[in-house]
């Protein structure tokens, strides 16, 4: 299943419909990366509010998303893992180190627009 | 500290072991008894006799049995019963085998505590002993009516057999209530014990109290990460001040419960952990990782409320800032 992404401002929102095969996946990862570059976005935003799954290929995709924008200049924003699925990640040992996880994509947005404050006034030396 | 021992789960035990009951214990059992060797060699002469009769006074038994209203609930089909009788056969003839030993003992136990499983009540259980006794009484000098004192003694060893017995299926009744007593105590405590409260607006309080294992650790996250979501919250503070142990389980447990919730958003903050708890864990070498610990509630709520952009602020009675804190 495709996933749209939809652009808001400097941010780019990934909305997942449905389950995703690894294929999906890779695809998703690639047309994320390529995203960020076009619109010079500042932050990525993944929902994956819908998915009632997290196999480790996910996870790592997940991983690779996060670091491939870090290098672009893009954070990452995980949101809306449920319940369930947290707890068996973690007992699987796929914590996501690394990545924004919150809890919607309000606060995802939110927690993405307050770290990219923090490096501005970080650069400026406050 | 928890004994290693009490830490394997039961099943591994036997029922024996799980009652304590050793070959000193059952050799003390014995001595209470007066029962020796002797009562063992008397005992193996009714031995043809007891099979010879065990399957009518069996039939009999559960004719009396099921005489009364209440005890045809415990029997409902005619293939639990036969099959009921035939253990009660089997343990009629055990009874006049010798070798009363720790497997002896762990046969009698598994059937007290069937029937306690059951909830056979033990006026029931016991009558079996009464009407057995009974029938043996009267079929005993089928053997040998020539010394009749002779017989009377073979009876005398029956009985004090019967009374191990006896004394046996009590233990394991009063045994098995106290594990359900015992059980259902701490899943009310266990219950009781994980409240997840919402402290202010994105902050959730969850206290522990008593042991960590982990089912409860499972319980205890997953209700976290349901509150979480229900409460919206962005820091959680979990206070271990009621936690007696951590050992390297419980420490994953809690690192587990830190990263399930990041996962979804929610900062942890753990407090409450007292300078016993630190000196065991850096002993055992225990590294919570990149859990935030501060030392007791009042600084996981003030580290909490810093988190969430709160300033606390006394004021006086005009309701003038006084004091900040």
């Known amino acids: ?126 | 500290m928890v004994p290693p021992s009490t830490q394997f789960p039961e099943r591994f035990l036997t029922l024996a072991e799980m009652m304590n009951i050793s070959d000193q214990e059952l050799a003390r059992r014995k001595q209470i008894l007066e029962f020796g060797p002797e009562d063992e060699a008397r005992l193996q002469k009714l031995a043809k006799v007891s099979e010879e009769y065990a399957q009518e006074v069996i039939d009999a038994f559960y004719r009396h049995l099921l005489s009364f209203e209440e005890m045809k609930a415990f029997f409902p089909d005619s293939e639990l019963l036969a099959r009921v009788k035939a253990k009660q056969k089997a343990y009629f003839i055990r009874l006049t085998q010798g070798n009363y030993d720790l497997d002896y003992v762990e046969d009698r136990l598994k059937i007290g505590a069937i029937h306690e499983q059951i909830d056979l009540p033990v006026k029931f259980y016991l009558s079996m002993y009464n009407f057995y006794l009974r029938e043996v009484w009267k079929h005993i000098f089928e053997i040998d009516h020539e010394h009749p004192d002779e017989m009377m003694e073979i009876f005398f060893s029956l009985m004090k057999l019967t009374f191990l017995d006896i004394a046996l299926a009590i233990d394991t009744y009063i045994d098995s209530r106290e594990r359900t007593i015992k059980a259902l105590q701490q899943e009310a405590i266990r219950e009781l014990s994980t409240p997840v409260l919402p402290f202010r607006e994105g902050m959730l309080l969850l206290p522990i109290i008593g042991q960590i294992d982990s089912q409860r650790a499972r319980q205890l996250t997953e209700h976290l990460l349901l509150s979480i979501r229900a409460n919206r919250a962005k820091v959680v503070v979990i206070d271990i001040t009621g936690v007696a142990t951590v050992d390297s389980r419980v420490a994953n447990h809690l690192v587990q419960t830190v990263d399930a919730a990041r996962l979804m958003g929610t900062k942890v903050v753990f407090s409450g952990i007292s300078p016993e708890i630190a000196l065991t864990m850096v002993t055992l070498g225990i590294d919570l990782g990149p859990v935030y610990t501060v030392g007791d509630l009042q600084n996981g709520i003030e580290h909490a409320e810093r988190l969430l952009g709160y300033r606390v602020e006394k004021v006086d009675e005009a309701g003038l800032p006084r004091e900040t804190m």
């Open chain 1, 1 to 126: 299943m495709e996933v749209p992404i939809l652009k808001q401002g400097d941010f780019l929102i990934a909305s997942i419909q449905g389950a995703l095969t690894d294929t999906d996946l890779t695809g998703l990862q690639e047309k994320l990366v390529h995203a960020v570059r076009r619109h010079r976005s500042k932050g990525v935003v993944i929902d994956v509010t819908v998915l009632d799954v997290m196999d480790s290929f996910a996870a790592r995709t997940l991983r690779s998303i996060t670091v491939m924008t870090r290098l672009l200049g893009a954070k990452v924003a995980v949101v809306g893992i449920q319940p369930d699925i947290a707890f068996s990640m973690v007992q699987l040992g796929l914590t996501l180190e690394g990545t924004i996880t919150s809890l919607d994509l309000e606060d995802g947005i939110a927690m993405l627009k307050a770290a990219n404050n923090k490096d501005r006034l970080g650069k400026h030396g406050r």
